[in-house]
């Protein structure tokens, strides 16, 4: 599900296509992606949730494919106060089991192995977003299974990038599981708040950890 260089992809539903003159090719079929959004409960907190989207890819139109955009945040800054805050094991190690990613978590020794000297930083952040996401799913359940919680790690990791302005073009949220997609709704949903509740403690301790060192620059300024 994950790659660690992609080529700058564009997806959208059907309609907005052709809102824009662009003509879908013949014979193309759609695929469905999780959508993710925020709403505001009752009590005034904010949730997330998830649209079922059914979008087709700009290699599947006459459309061009556009330049990968840049980042609003320094993704190795991100980088940093991700590994900072998460509550495992991290280690730097120059090889890692699959050779095209940036960081693998291993639930056996509940450690975050960060490859050295990746030069693609993005890459690096989107990498390590997704890893974070399968170590929170690990703490949360009783039984952990790499395989069985891929697509949520992937999930969390575009969760993580889009709040924080890293590209999320990497992500592979449209290859939603057959185990998935098969499910009741009741189960889907179910499966969705621990998601959910995965991306929320990672990014509760990401806004604390970003909170604290403002504070800290703040003090030094004054000083």
């Given amino acids: ?3 660690q260089f992609p080529q700058a992809s564009q997806i959208k539903e059907f309609d907005d296509w052709a809102a824009e003159g662009v003509k879908v090719n013949k014979g193309s079929k759609t695929f469905i992606i999780l959508d993710p959004y925020e709403y505001t409960k009752k009590d005034g907190t ?3 949730d998830f649209n079922l989207k059914r979008v087709l890819d700009v290699s599947q139109t006459n459309g061009k494919r556009p330049a990968a955009p840049t980042a609003n945040r320094d993704p190795r800054k991100l980088v940093a106060v991700m590994l900072d805050s998460a509550p495992i094991n991290i280690e730097s190690v120059d090889e890692l089991p699959y050779p095209d990613m940036g960081a693998f978590y291993k639930n056996e020794d509940q450690t975050l192995y960060v490859k050295r000297d990746i030069g693609d930083s993005v890459a690096l952040c989107q990498c390590v977003a997704q890893e974070l996401g399968h170590a929170e ?6 039984v952990y299974s790499r395989r069985d919680m891929g697509f949520q790690a992937v999930c969390i990791g575009y969760m993580l990038c889009k709040k924080y302005g890293v590209d999320t073009q990497n992500f592979a949220i449209d290859r939603i599981p057959d185990e998935l997609k098969n499910k009741e709704p009741k189960d889907i949903k179910a499966e969705l708040g621990k998601t959910q509740k995965a991306f929320k403690e990672i990014t509760a301790r990401v806004s604390d950890e970003l909170y604290r060192q403002r504070a800290e620059r703040s003090k030094e300024q004054e000083r």
């Fill in 137 to 142: 799913l690990s703490m949360n359940s009783d």
């Fill in 1 to 3: 599900m994950y790659k």
């Fill in 46 to 48: 904010i949730g997330i």
